[in-house]
């Protein structure tokens, strides 16, 4: 374990410390020696007094082990400060608590199965509830989440909120332009707003502030910082019912909010009206689509088909299943594919910009390369094509492609590119089949099954 050498080093600092020091005496004289006779001098060894222990045995650590013990400690709702990789009296008094907790004596130090299992049992603890570290598409900012408790999310150019369905939790990281801030004008704001808020605790320091208390009935923490005039808060809303499993979450997601990430911009903000590829997949009207193109409408239209409701989506895989009602004539494509590595033919709609104003259906070349994540595609197709089937060499259904804006380093005017991925075919008739789509399409006419998909934003 990481921290193995640290507590081998501590246990035997505790043990020595705790040793008496051997008096050095002079022996009484020997029997029959007279008393005026000097007794003869007797060798001895001095000893060293034994070295107080440490008073911060946490000290001998790495700043890495201490930073994941204060991680797996946060999660076990022990330690409720900064995960800094900082040597502190908290986080002593944190291992105290675990270790009286798990009925062990609470000295302050674990030994390799202990911190075994308190990695494990963290661990255990963040798959429960889903943790992720993702990127917000409205400001570039990074923020760690529980994704089961919040699996709904709403984006607009003043930021995103991650909710629960029952509304007993919600994450909302918003962004807004203000001349001049400050953190302690930013906190007295967000103090009263909304009015009413009861504050329980708050720290303002010059780079950032911290608040939490009541919101009604409900708890709330906020984090907020500034670069230049760009403000940005991050605000946790729970029932109180939920404090439990809440709160050792906030404290990771307070330390693992990034809210100006080094070299990155923020993506420029979404177009009023975005262009994408669907794919027919039944006879009674189901589309399957980019989530992110259809994503924040006021209105979906499929040309020659009408308008277009968005009925279910997929966050992890980027999908959304849209339908039209009412339409004939449309051809749904067979999605029996296996999925495939390497060349593919990906069949789509480029936006109206990249074709002089047409809409015509047309095919583009892409190797798809397998990896531990995603199946990349490159190179990426033209805008439009996000949602446009893919085949194999054999014509096959091969999967979805999505295009994803591409976040990198560079100076403001820089490109920021696009990146392109491709969804598997058995993702895709998951997520239709788990929404009660019948896939009755027999068709490999992956052109026949292609529509232009519209999306009209504020």
Not at 46 to 61: C, E, G, I, K, N
Not at 140 to 151: D, E, I, N, Q, S
Not at 374 to 387: C, E, H, K, Q, R
Request: a positive charge; hydrophobic letters at 40%.
């Amino acid at each position: 374990m990481r921290s193995l050498s640290a507590a081998t080093w501590m246990s035997a600092a505790l043990l020595l410390a705790g040793s008496p020091v051997l008096a050095q005496t002079t022996p009484p004289a020997a029997a029959g020696v007279k008393a005026d006779t000097k007794p003869k001098p007797v060798a001895t060894v001095p000893v060293r007094p034994a070295a107080p222990a440490s008073a911060d045995p946490a000290s001998t650590m790495t700043q890495a082990d201490r930073q994941a013990l204060q991680s797996d400690l946060a999660w076990t709702g022990q330690y409720n400060g900064t995960i800094s990789g900082d040597a502190s009296e908290r986080m002593v008094n944190a291992v105290k608590d675990y270790k009286k907790q798990k009925g062990g004596s609470p000295t302050g130090l674990l030994n390799p199965q202990e911190r075994a299992a308190l990695a494990d049992t963290a661990r255990r603890k963040q798959e429960s509830v889903g943790w992720k570290i993702v990127t917000d598409p409205v400001s570039g900012a990074r923020l760690g989440l529980p994704t089961k408790l919040v699996p709904q999310q709403t984006s607009d150019a003043s930021g995103s909120i991650w909710s629960a369905a029952d509304g007993t939790v919600q994450v909302q990281l918003s962004r807004r332009k203000q001349a001049n801030p400050t953190t302690s004008a930013l906190a007295d704001r967000e103090k009263t707003d909304p009015p009413g808020r009861v504050i329980n605790y708050a720290v303002v320091k010059p780079d950032f502030f911290v608040l939490s208390g009541l919101q009604g009935q409900k708890k709330f923490y906020i984090r907020g910082t500034f670069k230049g005039d760009e403000v940005r808060i991050l605000t946790i809303l729970y029932d109180q019912a939920t404090e439990s499993t809440v709160a050792p979450i906030v404290i990771a997601m307070s330390s693992a909010f990034t809210p100006f990430p080094v070299g990155v911009t923020a993506p420029p903000p979404r177009r009023s009206v975005d262009y994408g590829t669907g794919i027919v997949v039944s006879e009674d009207g189901a589309i399957v689509a980019d989530r992110e193109v259809t994503d924040g409408c006021l209105a979906i239209t499929i040309p020659n088909f009408g308008h277009a409701d968005r009925i279910a989506e997929d966050k992890q895989h980027g999908l959304a299943l849209l339908r039209v009602y009412g339409a004939r004539g449309l051809k749904p494509l067979a999605l029996d594919g296996g999925g495939a590595s390497g060349n593919v033919d990906l069949i789509g709609i480029a936006d109206p910009q990249s074709q002089g104003g047409a809409a015509a259906v047309t095919s583009a070349k892409a190797q798809a390369v397998a990896g531990t994540g995603d199946i990349a595609l490159a190179p990426p197709p033209a805008f439009g094509f996000s949602g446009a089937a893919a085949r194999d060499a054999s014509g096959k259904f091969a999967g979805i492609a999505l295009l994803k804006q591409a976040i990198v380093a560079g100076p403001a005017n820089a490109s920021p590119g696009t990146q392109a991925i491709l969804v598997a075919p058995d993702m895709v008739r998951r997520f239709l089949t788990g929404h009660g789509v019948t896939l009755d399409g027999n068709s490999s006419d992956a052109k026949a099954a292609a529509v232009r998909v519209i999306c009209v934003r504020k």
